[in-house]
């Protein structure tokens, strides 16, 4: 059965920083891609951040682009989202999906997804 637990959420003031990890289970971890994904209060569920098999392929959304970074430690089974220079406008529900081998943007193309951990970040 295949498990993906998100922790490290909370509460941070604006221009602060937060690291979430996504610890994974029942997979080979080493073959997944692992997406970020966030969903606000009556807002469509939108592409973060995702990283692939191979640590050196990553994906990010403009809007985190030189904020935001994923890793993974394979050894761990685990993925990082560091999150830097944190905004009102990042404050979500942050989720963590996977699939096999390559990074994809949209959430459709992950059949593996975490129950998520909140953001929130004040101004």
């Known amino acids: 059965q295949v498990r993906l637990v998100e922790s490290g959420g909370g509460l941070v003031q604006a221009g602060g920083s937060l690291r979430l990890s996504c610890a994974a289970s029942?997979?080979?971890?080493?073959?997944?891609?692992v997406g970020w994904f966030r969903q606000a209060p009556g807002k469509e569920r939108d592409f973060v951040a995702a990283?692939?098999?191979?640590?050196?392929?990553?994906l990010y959304a403009d809007s985190v682009k030189g904020r935001f970074t994923a890793s993974r430690d394979n050894a761990k089974n685990t993925v990082y989202l560091q999150m830097s220079s944190l905004k009102p406008e990042d404050t979500a529900v942050y989720y963590c999906?996977?699939?096999?081998?390559?990074?994809?943007?949209?959430?459709?193309?992950?059949?593996?997804w975490g129950q998520g951990t909140q953001v929130t970040v004040s101004s």
């Open positions: 029942g997979l080979i971890f080493s073959t997944l891609a």
């Open positions: 990283i692939g098999w191979s640590s050196g392929n990553t």
């Open positions: 999906a996977a699939r096999e081998m390559w990074p994809r943007r949209e959430p459709n193309e992950y059949p593996h």
